[in-house]
């Protein structure tokens, strides 16, 4: 008899799986926060005044969320200090990827941002053993091949400025994204959402504040103030709210690299945005290089989804693995 294939439980389409919900969440807030980034990037010419913008404004939704009692602030100094690495990432993350959009096309931040699973999944099976599946390499390969055809095409200065500071983004993102699987899944800090979120901008504010004292000093003087560029610039502050916390239960549900391709999949939204509204230049080549990226980053997540069914059915038919087996949830992520 022909095996059937069924999705894995974290990805089945059921609303009350947490993993749904968190992707869901996630990929809605990722697209608006980068669009809305864009925007307002490209008409105030200042991205460290928006991102201070930014982080007060979740500090004060956080705030709020505290005092009603939607969302408690909880945790001691201890777990606050276990936490400070991860929010230094989180700001030096949001800094160079608002300063990327500012010389970047979205289109561009797409492709190079999708070659970020190299990095990651490299790091993953040094530190926690995760396996390199053939499917992994061929998709990888292929997603390298689409980012190299991409940057062959003639860039200005402007534009190579924008890709090493995706380049360098997309560091900092895999550093973050392995730092909090680390903290909130195989040693969990005792820090309730809202207090990771307070934290997080709190120190990522100090971060952008020194540097508006030197070296962004500049913005300060340069900054436009225009109607559209506040629209976007409050739309912005939104979403930076709700992704801060869309980002933190993400984290809590999915792997390090299983998170990374979803937010490879919100891009390519983003990628038809930039072309269709704000006007991407796309040749051939950009376009056969931006196909072969996305294809690459698509074969990537199924490989995942993949090995993670087989894996399922490994614990269910094999008593010895499954006696072996910490745990349903251990299994999960090492799938993933």
């Not at 941002?113 to 990888?140: C, H, Q, W, Y």
């Amino acid at each position: 008899m022909a095996r059937r294939f069924s999705l894995p439980a974290t990805f089945s389409p059921t609303v009350d799986d947490p993993a749904v919900r968190a992707t869901t969440l996630y990929m809605i807030c990722s697209v608006g926060m980068v669009v809305a980034n864009k925007e307002a990037a490209t008409r105030l010419q200042a991205g460290t005044i928006l991102l201070a913008m930014q982080q007060v404004a979740t500090i004060l939704v956080a705030c709020v969320l505290h005092i009603l009692g939607s969302k408690e602030i909880r945790g001691n100094m201890h777990e606050v200090i276990r936490w400070s690495p991860i929010a230094v990432l989180s700001g030096l993350i949001l800094w160079t990827g608002m300063q990327a959009l500012m010389y970047a096309s979205l289109s561009t931040l797409t492709v190079i941002r999708n070659a970020s699973p190299l990095i990651l999944l490299g790091a993953e099976r040094l530190m926690f053993g995760v396996p390199i599946t053939k499917d992994a390499i061929i998709s990888l390969t292929t997603i390298l091949i689409g980012v190299a055809v991409y940057c062959s095409d003639d860039i200005s200065t402007k534009e190579a400025l924008g890709i090493f500071l995706v380049v360098l983004d997309a560091a900092f993102v895999c550093l973050d994204r392995l730092a909090q699987r680390y903290l909130l899944q195989e040693m969990p800090v005792s820090l309730s959402s809202s207090a990771l979120v307070l934290v997080s901008n709190a120190v990522g504010l100090g971060f952008s504040t020194v540097l508006l004292f030197y070296p962004m000093h500049t913005e300060l003087h340069e900054v436009e103030w225009t109607p559209a560029g506040i629209a976007w610039s409050i739309a912005s502050c939104i979403g930076g709210a709700a992704i801060a916390y869309a980002g933190i239960g993400l984290s809590r549900n999915l792997s390090a690299t299983g998170a990374l391709v979803v937010t490879n999949i919100d891009k390519v939204l983003v990628l038809c945005y930039g072309v269709m509204m704000l006007g991407d230049h796309f040749d051939s080549r950009k376009l056969c290089g931006c196909t072969f990226a996305l294809v690459g980053g698509t074969w990537h997540a199924w490989g995942r989804l993949r090995a993670g069914e087989e894996k399922k059915q490994e614990l269910k038919t094999d008593p010895l693995s499954q006696e072996l087996a910490p745990s349903a949830e251990d299994s999960r992520q090492q799938a993933a």
